[in-house]
């Protein structure tokens, strides 16, 4: 059973414009909303996490909007940059072990110049 | 420091063999876990170490397990494989209980089984 649903599979935007990815999930007892970011031929890298007790989180160009009674959040990237174009994924977990994330199945963004 | 290191980096195996994937966690850090990432999905919690000992499984089959040395290494592996344990198979450490919440992720052992 998919627990967090990611969308879209894939966007495209222009440098400088501002890809919104979506996520929802389904567990109330998440408490741990991370985002990673993934290159070809990597690893996922952590990029920005946010917990509950906050309905938004700034770290440089990317922002996580969080609504805990729509049981949504999503992350925002501000001017984005050639370089941004990698796969986005979101993921979740419950307080007793962040390690054991359940993950989104991924958005492709494509920044052209 | 050092990351997280996995090897071998790209195997092909046939249906009903076994296989053994091997992890150096970051340096300092006690707790190793293994992620199978399919093709286009993102990445599945298999299980985790922690002090050598297994704490917490995802929902893979016991034809899958592992090992954590005292040196915070570990070993993934696979018995009786089907073709569709064909994946990405990433193995991330962390600190722990004590974490702040930050997996480290190595590049993967890209396993393909005929």
């Known amino acids: 059973q998919q627990q967090v649903k990611q969308s879209p599979q894939s966007l495209i935007v222009q440098k400088g414009g501002i890809p919104i990815i979506n996520c929802a999930y389904e567990n109330t007892a998440f408490d741990y909303f991370p985002w990673y970011q993934q290159f070809p031929g990597k690893g996922p890298a952590l990029l920005i996490a946010i917990r509950p007790d906050v309905s938004e989180k700034k770290e440089g160009r990317f922002t996580i909007s969080f609504n805990k009674s729509a049981k949504q959040f999503s992350l925002h990237i501000m001017d984005s940059q050639p370089g941004d174009s990698a796969t986005y994924f979101c993921a979740a977990s419950k307080g007793d072990n962040t390690d054991k994330l359940i993950f989104g199945t991924g958005t492709r963004l494509q920044v052209f110049p | 420091e050092t990351g997280v290191t996995q090897s071998p980096t790209h195997l092909i195996k046939t249906r009903g063999q076994q296989v053994t994937l091997r992890c150096s966690s970051q340096?300092?850090?006690?707790?190793v876990s293994w992620y199978q990432q399919a093709l286009g999905q993102g990445p599945q919690f298999i299980f985790q170490?922690?002090?050598?000992?297994?704490?917490g499984r995802g929902n893979f089959p016991p034809r899958f397990s592992g090992l954590q040395f005292p040196n915070y290494s570990s070993e993934l592996n696979v018995n009786a494989l089907e073709l569709d344990d064909s994946a990405l198979y990433l193995c991330?450490?962390?600190?722990?209980?004590?974490?702040?919440?930050?997996?480290?992720f190595g590049e993967g052992s890209r396993l393909t089984v005929l």
């Open positions: 991330a450490s962390s600190l722990g209980f004590a974490n702040t919440g930050e997996l480290f």
């Open positions: 170490y922690y002090r050598e000992e297994e704490n």
């Open positions: 340096s300092g850090h006690n707790t």
